[in-house]
T-cell receptor, first 113, second 112 residues
Framework: DVKVTQSSRYLVKRTGEKVFLECVQDMDHENMFWYRQDPGLGLRLIYFSYDVKMKEKGDIPEGYSVSREKKERFSLILESASTNQTSMYLC????????????FGPGTRLTVT | GENVEQHPSTLSVQEGDSAVIKCTYSDSASNYFPWYKQELGKGPQLIIDIRSNVGEKKDQRIAVTLNKTAKHFSLHITETQPEDSAVYFCAASTGTASKLTFGTGTRLQVTL
């Protein structure tokens, strides 16, 4: 079974803090993704990576950056957390090039106060 | 870029009835249309998908139909059961690095 794990289920941070969300997959997948999920807005893509050290902006990259130093690990970084970044963050991975199915982690609920 | 609209946002059905969720997409280059189910406290999980060269696909109680001309696709769940209660997301992709654009989700409630 594919397993995607996220470092925390719940996280509370203060405005202005630097926040790291970690994601690890154990299936040697090429592609990894970070989404945020908000009520009524569905899943919106923040960044994705199709190889180590490669990254591309998704639909809402502002205020976020990412890092992929190893194939199995994809980190989302909030350089200076703000209250409007309070959300559920979901990581996913998929096998490239023909593997469209994305496997999701359980999510991290981040609250910025 | 691609835009995917999903309706309804909430759906309540009685156990044993059918449920239908509809999505429309904007990019005619999209060629892959998956449906994900998200149970409480979990990440979304793929339940069925369809590619643009197929009009309909069925897997036990769930089926998906695709109308490329109208750019819409639908999820059909028959004989609903309480365990079908979840949030369902449709998505569309043109195939670029498996990048998906998701709809806004439908909360399905199956009542006894």
């Amino acid at each position: 079974d594919v397993k995607v794990t996220q470092s925390s289920r719940y996280l509370v941070k203060r405005t202005g803090e630097k926040v790291f969300l970690e994601c690890v997959q154990d299936m040697d997948h090429e592609n990894m993704f970070w989404y945020r999920q908000d009520p009524g807005l569905g899943l919106r893509l923040i960044y994705f990576s199709y190889d180590v050290k490669m990254k591309e902006k998704g639909d809402i990259p502002e205020g976020y950056s990412v890092s992929r130093e190893k194939k199995e690990r994809f980190s989302l970084i909030l350089e200076s957390a703000s209250t409007n970044q309070t959300s559920m963050y979901l990581c996913a991975s998929s096998l490239s090039p023909s593997g469209y199915e994305q496997y999701f982690g359980p999510g991290t609920r981040l609250t910025v106060t | 870029g691609e835009n995917v609209e999903q309706h309804p946002s909430t759906l309540s059905v009685q156990e044993g009835d059918s449920a239908v969720i509809k999505c429309t997409y904007s990019d005619s280059a999209s060629n892959y249309f998956p449906w994900y189910k998200q149970e409480l406290g979990k990440g979304p999980q793929l339940i069925i998908d369809i590619r643009s060269n197929v009009g309909e696909k069925k897997d036990q109680r769930i089926a998906v139909t695709l109308n490329k001309t109208a750019k819409h696709f639908s999820l059909h769940i028959t004989e609903t059961q309480p365990e079908d209660s979840a949030v369902y997301f449709c998505a569309a992709s043109t195939g670029t690095a498996s990048k998906l654009t998701f709809g806004t989700g439908t909360r399905l409630q199956v009542t006894l």
